[in-house]
């Protein structure tokens, strides 16, 4: 088995059905990840180990999710120099995001972590593979691919839009 | 040296100013208590044997004040049984306070933290001695004269009041 | 019927389901509770009795859930030296819950009431259990087990994880 | 000495600098007043008892001014059955006013408290005798009357304006 | 028929399921009233003329309900001396109620409006009808009777939770 | 084909269910316009290209909607001198709205867009209209007869809550 | 005197001071307007008969600054056809803004405002010298060329932050 | 001159205040950068080509600072594959910070932003060296020593918290 470069974390099994976005990304860059359970508050003890040897293991970046009172992206980003990427979860003991998003956000000069939106577990996936193709030309053409694609969903939604019935002078 | 039963912990030294009035309520009811600085995010092992050592060096409560993405209180919490009781402040990098409360007040089921007010230090003072005077007779008997002396502080407030100049008819 | 340590009181019947987890949690760690309903607004003079008679009746914490402008805990606190917990609940007549965060957590200067996250009411039992063990070895005991539960939970989920096709070398 | 019609009362005295202007528009109508210091959470008997006298001393409306989780106007509705006018105060202890509106504003069904605007207590006074002039003809005038000064300041406005420099077609 | 003491209207037809509280309260307590749709956005000048003839027309108090940039009560406030009870309500296009709480809530000094809870037209009712009390002593009975039912219910509560389980010494 | 006066774009074809409704009230208006997808995010140089070539085109004014970082509108309204309206979406991705609004409405000096209500496309529509009709008096009639209807619309919920049996001497 | 074209009318005098800034760019511009002072809840028959008039009197664009609970703009727009640009304003009776941005935002079908950003008279006056340059080429013209502007300070602030001592090889 | 790898662009001239502390701890950290001034809305053509080129010009992360609706990070990603750090800056022009965050944070999927904390450039000059350093064995090498500074400066301020006569049994 290759070696991980991203290593992808959550609070809580729940968060599973956001965070496996970042992982799907993940592989369709073709960016060896790993993706666990690591929970700040109920396994302090294994999230500072997590986090502790995450570099020596060869990570590059972790992604962390958590809601609520999230602590988990900040507290790893206490404990390793690899960029710490957090995703804000609206679970369901979170007040409307508000919580998870300013937990996550808000940290102290020293100690950053690269906040994504709300639930937003793909754009994370992305930044990590964007991290890594800094020092990886393959994987930055395969992100030039993929922005690529994205215009073309774009231009089909015009066509949709058409069929639907709008006219557009400018497309003409 | 008498042994401290409450200890009291904040993320900055700049968070002193809030921080001691918890230590003067505390003076002034007679509990002894120690004060220093832990930082989860500059200082997270520091954070974790501070934790784990607290119910066995002879502390009954922990009293943590953090401000913007605070995690210092939540962070003590998932290392101890000991009740802690968190004060978000409004510091300079917090978004009027928001960012503090809610990162100490959400925590997840399993964990919790007793939260007061934005800057309400001395509540967690008093807060902390309630809790020892759950089995300290004495110390109750002091928190109810201090229950009484807030009640004089209104007395008070209500004569001058009237020295104003302003008419009151159900104090006569 | 051994006397009640914790009394559980909601503002209406409504705020059963969110507070009974109070109960259950303590029942789990075996603590003797009581539980009723008491409205600060519908039935101010209970109220006051239930407060002022609290401490002389043998209880030693009191949980107080409430939703809207939740005044329960608040005037529970200034009746009594009793430890408050307070529990916001997202009631159907709150704003997303931040008026019942608001009006129990920022209690003024001399009254604190120690508020765990909205519809925390777990956490509230827990939290009682946890103030009550500072003078009860047996209860503390009680916590580290239940706080080693918490971990084992996670266990099954690094597990369940695992089974549902992710890797992770950390574990291995 | 005229009986008071309408109790003025404030959790503390530092609300005195914007609940006085409350009794400023009173005197100014000529509706008789009272004012004091009433705290629902340092004095919670002194407020039951004062709101429960408050009908049959002769009070008609009570005007309740406090900040943070302010529960005075909720607490004194909950005694009794005179209209209470609430005013949320911007206080040190408060969050951008946000709590002291909340707890002011969002009472359950069946105790209403008529609340105005943050730091609004000249429009409380105003309400009061709106309420008052209800079975109070004369009173009735004088409040047209000042809704006619009203109109009148901003007709000096209007022509300040104009010496300021600016036209308006409108008003030729 | 005999006329109405009580004007309720409301921005649209919409809003009748929760305006219709405030009139089904006022039938049960026997208070005269009428209810119409005045929109302050679609017909500018009925509100204007509803708001001029209230109190000619024998009128005493007005409770008006609108959501969103809910303008209605502060424009009907602007037109007359009568007091004015707004009903912010959180209709479907309201960002979560703030909108139509703050629009009703925040009136320039001059202008009040009471304003009661997000969708608590029943308080609205209630509270017209306690203004109308302070001149009408039988209705003040029927008040303090309404107020004893509140009572009744929570009395109720308190037995339905003592045969769901629930023990409590305090009422033994 | 008649040339187009407004174009309408949105950032995604799930924006067009709300957005379809600027296009009803054009046609229903009998304003020619068009209608397509331009991400700024996906599709930065076709939004560059389309905002550039509105004026040359004969576009007299643009509505943009958007939700969560919404930078469509303002982007645009860097690029031309056009009136460019904003819609602010209520996305999937958005926290409850406010990311749309603020992200829209807080333009700096310089480069304004005229923001409407959360979801308001109908209103955009219409305020297009009403832009096109300062110049086009036969429009400017329409938008007349239009407010006319939206009067004629309130007296049917007049006559409906009548039949639903509600009094009103008002309307007598 | 040219007869006016724009209308800014603000709801106190004491929004001069941010309103004169639209004022200000509309003479950069050489369009005509007046300005005085219209109060929704002090004269509220002047702005009825204001908004009436407008169209009439040959105004085009009306611009309405108003704080707090702000009305204005909203009931201006419920009175005329032209569009109405309303400038929220952070006036001392405002809860930081909010309740002004929102009471003149969210709008209901069929009577929008043209919103702009909080305190953003300046591009209010804009955003009305671009609705007259829909049909005026000339005005057309000197928006392009304060658009032109805009880009010269910011290359003004490139050459000042080289001379500060910060390097950029983009513009070399 | 080395070639820069982080370019460090902000909307405005003022907001340097600010995003010079990003400045500092790169060149601390002895990572090569440029600086300049980029704006999205005066400046779209100069924004789109300082994006688009920023990738062949050798630059491996931009940091983009910017207040309001702050649209200068989401549309440099927009236009590169590259890391993009986007600053929320608490500028004259914003709503306390809210805009700014939500404008930067809620990007939609496929195109990241990594958000840092409220005018918290220096933590973004810390991520853009955490990336770096992915690849960069020296500046992780420099990155652990600056943490290293982060606990020392923790240290200073426990020795003169114990100065200033807080007791602490904890670090004995």
């Known amino acids: 088995m290759a070696s991980s470069q991203v290593g992808i974390i ?6 599973l059905k956001v965070m496996s976005e970042a992982a799907d990304v993940l592989r369709e860059l073709g960016v060896e990840f790993e993706l666990t359970v690591v929970s ?9 180990e997590y986090a502790k040897q995450a570099s020596g293991r060869g990570l590059k970046v972790v992604i962390a999710g958590a809601g609520g ?6 507290m790893v980003a206490s404990h390793t120099i690899l960029p710490v990427i957090g995703v804000p979860i609206k679970s369901s003991n979170s007040i409307d995001g508000w919580d998870s998003v300013l937990s996550i956000l ?7 972590v690269a906040t ?8 994370a996936g992305l930044l990590a593979a964007q991290i890594l193709a800094t020092s990886d030309a393959a994987l930055a053409n395969k ?7 994205l215009r073309e969903k774009v231009e089909n939604s015009i066509r ?3 069929i639907a019935g709008y006219e557009n002078e400018f497309d003409q």
Chains 1, 2, 3, 4, 5, 6, 7, 8 share one sequence.
């Open 10 to 15: 959550m609070g809580s099994e729940s968060d």
């Open 40 to 48: 700040a508050h109920r396994t302090p003890d294994r999230m500072a």
């Open 69 to 74: 009172a999230a602590h988990l992206p900040g």
């Open 106 to 112: 808000q940290m102290p000069s020293g100690v950053p």
């Open 116 to 123: 994504v939106a709300l639930n937003g577990a793909r754009n």
């Open 143 to 149: 992100l030039r691919i993929y922005k690529y694609h």
């Open 160 to 162: 949709e839009i058409k």
